[in-house]
């Protein structure tokens, strides 16, 4: 059998000079791959044409692939995704397009499960992987085997989807975050044990005052970060009463694990608040948009968290001052407020003591008008003034006056012990009320009067106590009393 001949034109071989982009020259073939399939040579004879090989569709299918795979063994190609779909087994079928031409592609599951994104129509994207015809169907297709947005790393594209549905979702509404407590008792860290950002926010707290930690590990980057994050916060939120998750600063794909959508959910769902200070002020992950606070270093977080207590010491030394203030003032105005009620009851008492006496007076001056001998000594000085009279009338006028004169002594008489009489239950009714008045008679119903050793009155049991000596003043008498106890809440019943 003669050998074979590489294929031509004429022979079956296949153009592609049609393609978008020419290949290099054909690459050296792989050893486990035969050789595309050509017609083998027929001996010319004079005069007569060469018959066409036939080819069973297999053979067709197969060499057509081969030479594909062998020409176009790993490209790149940017187009538009349209048709997407992706069933239940896990594989996604789509088709890549620009404004001339469509090219069939399947980025089987162990691919697509590492994607960082979830592609969908209309996105455009740059697939890498091989062309090659599926030989079930003859259909020409791209494996892909790599798939990143074009102009827009996966990374970012992951993060605003995820931002998206999760915004769509209220996690990031700010009515569902807690504010920090004021005074925490332990403070929960989630970050790595040996990097810099626990070194940071444990200088802080110590220079800002005292604090108790408890630092939960977990790794904060690489594939399993997400779950260890989630894990050490579990850990740790029953402890405390905030965490921290925090970490330093990093490139994009550093601080991926803080895109996480189920770490977000995790931060969503913490018992306690969450402060997540991940990266420097510039960085922004999914973590910082659903945590209750976000801080814009690890040692921001330590300021936001940790009390001072130099600021705590000055706020209680200033409340303390106008605690003062507030008291004395306060005092000073119930002292005021107490002296004018003093003066305005004192007045009172000397205006009502006034009037006492006024009346006192009148009825004594009344009752000096009625006493006898004032009487006596007016009827005296009729009587001589009718004496003198009737030495100036005759004897008969003189013998009537002289009846007239027995008769108005004899009425004078009678007026006067009336007179006598009624001043005198008069006198006793005024002796009465002034013995109402007199302290001395209220010493005679049982009261007494109470004084300390330095004359003060005691109106009230609280102004003495256990051992003081006092002076109770009686009705007749005084007694010098020690006190054995003194219940000021008794005085009032």
Avoid at 112 to 135: M, N, T, W, Y
Avoid at 334 to 351: K, W, Y
């Amino acid at each position: 059998m003669p050998s074979e001949k590489p294929p031509n034109k004429q022979q079956g071989a296949f153009d592609f000079t049609g393609a978008r982009e020419r290949a290099e020259p054909e690459p050296t073939r792989e050893p486990d791959r035969a050789p595309p399939i050509a017609p083998a040579p027929s001996v010319e004879k004079p005069g007569a044409k060469e018959a066409p090989r036939v080819f069973t569709v297999s053979d067709l299918v197969r060499g057509v692939a081969r030479t594909v795979e062998g020409r176009f063994g790993a490209v790149q190609v940017e187009g538009e995704i349209s048709n997407f779909s992706a069933p239940r087994s896990g594989h996604l079928y789509f088709t890549l397009k620009d404004s001339e031409a469509q090219l069939p592609s399947v980025m089987f599951r162990s691919q697509a499960e590492r994607l960082k994104f979830q592609p969908h129509d209309g996105l455009v994207v740059r697939a890498r992987g091989r062309c090659s015809i599926f030989e079930g169907q003859g259909k020409f297709q791209l494996y892909v085997d790599g798939l990143e947005p074009a102009g827009l790393g996966a990374l970012q594209l992951a993060f605003e989807q995820l931002k998206k549905k999760l915004h769509g979702e209220g996690l990031f509404a700010e009515a569902r975050k807690r504010p920090l407590p004021k005074w925490p008792q332990r403070i929960g860290i989630v970050t790595s044990p040996t990097g810099a950002a626990v070194r940071d926010i444990l200088r802080i707290a110590e220079r800002r005052g005292r604090a108790r930690f408890l630092v939960s590990p977990c790794q904060v980057q690489g594939d399993s970060a997400p779950f260890e994050i989630i894990r050490a916060i579990r850990r740790v939120e029953g402890y405390v009463d905030v965490v921290i998750v925090a970490r330093g600063g990093g490139s994009a794909e550093d601080l991926a694990a803080f895109n996480d959508e189920a770490l977000a959910r995790a931060i969503a769902s913490c018992r306690v608040p969450v402060v997540s200070a991940v990266g420097h002020e510039v960085d922004y992950t999914i973590a910082d948009f659903v945590a209750d606070v976000r801080a814009p270093t690890p040692s921001g977080a330590a300021e936001l968290v940790v009390p001072s207590f130099s600021e705590l010491e000055h706020r209680l030394t200033e409340t303390g001052k106008r605690l003062m203030r507030a008291g004395t003032r306060v005092v000073g105005e119930a002292r005021l407020r107490i002296d004018a009620e003093l003066a305005r009851a004192a007045q009172g008492l000397r205006n009502q003591l006034g009037k006492r006496r006024r009346t006192l007076e009148i009825d004594q001056r009344r009752m000096a008008a009625l006493h006898p001998r004032a009487r006596l000594s007016r009827d005296r000085a009729a009587l001589d003034e009718l004496g003198r009279r009737i030495l100036q009338h005759p004897p008969l006028r003189l013998e009537r006056a002289r009846g007239d004169l027995e008769r108005l002594d004899k009425r004078l008489a009678s007026r006067v012990q009336q007179v006598v009489a009624a001043r005198r239950r008069d006198f006793n009714v005024a002796v009465g009320k002034l013995d109402a008045m007199s302290p001395l008679a209220v010493l005679e119903r049982g009261y007494s009067l109470t004084r300390k050793t330095d004359g003060s009155v005691v109106t009230d049991a609280a102004q003495v106590k256990r051992g003081d000596e006092v002076r109770v003043k009686l009705s007749r008498g005084e007694l010098e009393c020690v006190v054995q106890s003194a219940d000021p809440e008794g005085a009032d019943e």
